[in-house]
């Protein structure tokens, strides 16, 4: 079994909406601190947050969010 | 207020009701004590509602994961604080004999039912919080 890993594109669909950290916290509802912990790879966000941000930005969550497994050979 | 404001007034309220606890503590009263904590806490209460300081989802892990972390260590510690402080007594050392440092004693049956306070308390609102998500429901 490998690593899972979640990545995400949260910084690149904020600069394609010209969105700060601080806008794109009060229009989800959390801090800056989230904001810069989740493009960081560092905070992985709910379930519900995941959505708030698809829905902000008009896309599949899975747009932003990518789900990786490293170190496992490809197993189905 | 936004929420760098907010954490410089609570340092500001933290070090005044510091200062007036150690007052109370020097002029050797409680009722100046439970007022200062009080007014304290009322006031970031109504700061709080007041400036709608957020707490969002993050915080909330790192509340729960520092909250886990004390438990982990605390209840230990408790633990075997009140083991090693009754343990002298029922080994019958002389000091205990004589009924000197019999204070060691309660204060080792004080940690062990604190120990046990903890832990009952982490049980119930473990079991309590499983119930409320959903788990140990009947399956289908």
Same mark, same amino acid.
């Given at each position: 079994?490998?690593?899972?890993?979640?990545?995400?594109?949260?910084?690149?669909?904020?600069?394609?909406?010209?969105?700060?950290?601080?806008?794109?916290?009060?229009?989800?509802?959390?801090?800056?601190?989230?904001?810069?912990?989740?493009?960081?790879?560092?905070? &992985?966000?709910? &379930?519900?947050?995941?959505?708030?941000?698809?829905? &902000?930005?008009?896309?599949?969550?899975?747009?932003?969010?990518?789900?990786?497994?490293?170190?496992?050979?490809?197993?189905? | 207020?936004?929420?760098?404001?907010?954490?410089?007034?609570?340092?500001?309220?933290?070090?005044?009701?510091?200062?007036?606890?150690?007052?109370?503590?020097?002029?050797?009263?409680?009722?100046?004590?439970?007022?200062? %904590?009080?007014?304290?806490? %009322?006031?970031? $209460?109504?700061?709080?509602?007041?400036?709608? $300081?957020?707490?969002?989802?993050?915080?909330?892990?790192?509340?729960?994961?520092?909250?886990?972390?004390?438990?982990?260590?605390?209840?230990?510690?408790?633990?075997?604080?009140?083991?090693?402080?009754?343990?002298?007594?029922?080994?019958?050392?002389?000091?205990?004999?004589?009924?000197?440092?019999?204070? $060691?004693?309660?204060?080792?049956?004080?940690?062990?039912?604190?120990?046990?306070?903890?832990?009952?308390?982490?049980?119930?609102?473990?079991?309590?919080?499983?119930?409320?998500?959903?788990?140990?429901?009947?399956?289908?």
């Amino acid at each position: 079994m490998g690593v899972v890993v979640v990545k995400n594109k949260l910084k690149v669909y904020r600069a394609m909406h010209s969105l700060t950290q601080e806008q794109l916290a009060d229009k989800i509802g959390v801090t800056r601190q989230t904001i810069i912990a989740i493009e960081s790879d560092k905070y &992985l966000p709910s &379930l519900g947050l995941a959505f708030k941000m698809a829905k &902000l930005f008009k896309v599949a969550i899975e747009d932003i969010f990518i789900y990786e497994k490293k170190g496992a050979e490809d197993e189905d | 207020m936004d929420r760098k404001k907010y954490k410089k007034l609570r340092v500001v309220v933290t070090f005044f009701v510091g200062a007036i606890v150690t007052l109370a503590v020097v002029r050797n009263s409680y009722l100046l004590a439970t007022a200062g %904590v009080l007014t304290g806490m %009322v006031f970031m $209460i109504l700061v709080r509602a007041k400036a709608k $300081i957020r707490t969002d989802e993050r915080e909330k892990t790192i509340q729960e994961k520092a909250a886990n972390l004390t438990y982990a260590i605390f209840a230990p510690t408790l633990g075997i604080g009140a083991f090693l402080l009754l343990l002298p007594s029922k080994g019958g050392i002389s000091v205990f004999r004589n009924g000197e440092w019999l204070y $060691i004693e309660s204060l080792g049956m004080v940690f062990a039912y604190l120990t046990l306070f903890l832990i009952v308390v982490y049980a119930i609102s473990y079991n309590f919080l499983n119930r409320k998500y959903g788990g140990g429901g009947s399956e289908e």
